[in-house]
Nanobody
Framework: QVQLVESGGGLVQAGGSLRLSCAAS????????MGWFRQAPGKEREFVAC????????YYADSVKGRFTISRDIWKNTVYLQMNSLEPEDTAVYSC?????????????????WGQGTQVTVSS
């Protein structure tokens, strides 16, 4: 059974940084793409970034490109999202997700396993 557990959220001032972690288990990692999504109150879930586990290939939403970095530690079975230069607009619940394919996707519907989410709040 796939299990994803996020951590690392919190309250930070604009311009600050946070690193989110997603500990994964129950996956055949070589066949997966891992993604980060976020959802702000009253808004739809939004793609942030994804990484192909086997190659480390990454893809970012335009809104976070150059500020956020997704990475993975193959020994710890963990995916990270390093968030720098945070803005109040980045405030949301951030969730990691797993897609059982090597094809990268920005659609939440393409991912079939989700973590519980972690709150990120950026104050101005």
């Amino acid at each position: 059974q796939v299990q994803l557990v996020e951590s690392g959220g919190g309250l930070v001032q604009a311009g600050g940084s946070l690193r989110l972690s997603c500990a994964a288990s129950g996956l055949t990692f070589s066949s997966y793409v891992m993604g980060w999504f976020r959802q702000a109150p009253g808004k739809e879930r939004e793609f942030v970034a994804c990484i192909r586990w086997i190659s480390g290939t990454t893809y970012y939403a335009d809104s976070v490109k150059g500020r956020f970095t997704i990475s993975r530690d193959i020994w710890k079975n963990t995916v990270y999202l390093q968030m720098n230069s945070l803005e109040p607009e980045d405030t949301a619940v951030y969730s990691c997700a797993a897609r059982p394919s090597q094809g990268m996707s920005i659609s939440p519907n393409a991912y079939d396993s989700w973590g519980q989410g972690t709150q990120v709040t950026v104050s101005s």
